[in-house]
């Protein structure tokens, strides 16, 4: 069973960093498009950004591409989400997504597609 797995989430002050990491239990050999999702109480899941692993490419959501950066450790075989500048806004569960970029003919999508349980990150003003 693949299974997306967070870590990193805790508690910081206002203008600190955190990273986050993400591993695929369970994982084949096929290639993840690995996102970082975030949903603060009250609102919406919102994407923040995505790593493709076929060929490295990344996207990230407007608001905050200029703080944040997604990239692969090869060595711990995770995909971080480095958060700089940190704020109370960016308080939140935090959830990895992994989507396989490659699935059988006719398959549905939905059966390819796994969520994290999440990990929390609070900033505190």
């Known amino acids: 069973q693949v299974q997306p797995v967070e870590s990193g989430g805790g508690l910081v002050q206002s203008g600190g960093s955190l990273r986050l990491s993400c591993s695929i239990s369970?994982?084949?050999?096929?290639?993840?498009?690995i996102s970082w999702y975030r949903q603060a109480p009250g609102k919406e899941r919102e994407f923040l950004a995505t790593?493709?692993?076929?060929?490295?490419?990344?996207r990230y959501a407007d608001s905050v591409k200029d703080r944040f950066t997604i990239s692969r450790d090869n060595a711990r075989n995770t995909v971080d989400l480095q958060m700089n500048s940190l704020k109370p806004e960016d308080t939140a569960v935090y959830y990895c997504?992994?989507?396989?970029?490659?699935?059988?003919?006719?398959?549905?999508?939905?059966?390819?597609?796994?969520w994290g349980q999440g990990t929390q990150v609070t900033v505190s003003s």
């Open positions: 997504f992994a989507r396989s970029e490659s699935r059988p003919q006719g398959s549905s999508q939905d059966d390819y597609d796994y």
């Open positions: 369970g994982r084949t050999f096929v290639k993840y498009a």
């Open positions: 790593f493709r692993e076929s060929d490295g490419a990344t």
